[in-house]
Nanobody
Framework: VQLQASGGGLVQAGGSLRLSCAASGRAAGSYALAWFRQAPGKERLIVAAISWTGSSTWYRESVKGRFTISRDYAKNTVYLQMDNLKPDDTAVYYC???????????????????WGKGTQVTVSS
């Protein structure tokens, strides 16, 4: 599975951005998908995830109510709508696909999964 992320940019605090990640390859639609982010000098953390069926989502507490993850099976694309952005949201955002199933499935995204190149999101105050 190949992943191509886009949509990053520079935005003022309170603004919005929508990230997209197009997946290609065999059975891309059967993977759970997630967005991670990594700020300078910090570890990469999961931000939001959507199950392979699309029926379940998970969000980091700090983005709940502001970010929305969704997926379009026809386009094999996952989106991250980010509203009311804050300077603390500044990071490189990565999309990933993995065989994350079962209970607490959002915990099963691995470094060995499929990863796209990151897209920079910068939020100015």
């Amino acid at each position: 599975v190949q992943l191509q992320a886009s949509g990053g940019g520079l935005v003022q605090a309170g603004g919005s951005l929508r990230l997209s990640c197009a997946a290609s390859g065999r059975a891309a639609g059967s993977y759970a998908l997630a967005w991670f982010r990594q700020a300078p000098g910090k570890e990469r953390l999961i931000v939001a995830a959507i199950s392979w069926t699309g029926s379940s989502t998970w969000y980091r507490e700090s983005v709940k109510g502001r970010f929305t993850i969704s997926r379009d099976y026809a386009k094999n694309t996952v989106y991250l709508q980010m509203d009311n952005l804050k300077p603390d949201d500044t990071a490189v955002y990565y999309c990933t696909a993995d065989e994350a199933y079962g209970d607490s499935w959002w915990l099963y995204f691995r470094a060995e999964g499929y990863w796209g190149k990151g897209t920079q999101v910068t939020v100015s105050s």
